[in-house]
């Protein structure tokens, strides 16, 4: 037969073996190629879902730093109102009452404005202090609150969405201690601050 050739083996000597090693090693590799494929289609997926979840965080938070300075204007808007109490309104002339008017409709529609865009105020009247919605500036006598209750609204608070954009600045209910008077007065010594 072949004399030339004596590693030469017909198919049907040893052949086989030789099929179903080449077979068992097509489908490793075939298995192999399968989890680099689904690996790849995996990140891909994150990342796209990565991208959509940071676009979208971009869109709700772009007009961030624009907010913050519209709310030291609101903050005007508010002082101003707030100087002129509503008894002395009633004596004021009819000119001056509708500029009065004139600066609550343009409060009103600034924080309409900054509503529509996630930008909302904290209610903090009566709520228990939150180190991370608030910052408190005082501890003051409760007046039958209980202690780490918000007593006063200094500076009112605002959340963009779901993140803080201005910490609500706040006094606090002091503790009382067993005798009636106030406990240790040192700053923050009875602020709840795992709230």
Known sequence: MHSDNDDYVP??????DNTSEELTQLRAENADLKDRMLRALADAENTRRRAEREREENRQYAVTGFARDMLNVADNFQRALDSLPAD????????AKAVIEGIEATE???MGALERHGVKKIETAGAKFDPHLHQAIAEVPGDGRP???VVDVVQTGYVI???LLRPAMVTVARAVSA?????????GSTIDTKA
């Open 179 to 187: 005798q009636g008077s106030a406990g240790d007065s040192s700053p």
């Open 108 to 110: 009103r529609q600034l």
């Open 88 to 95: 002395a309104r009633a004596d004021l002339p009819p000119q």
């Open 161 to 163: 969405a779901d993140r």
């Open 147 to 149: 202690a780490g209750t």
């Open 11 to 16: 198919e049907s000597e040893g052949g086989a």
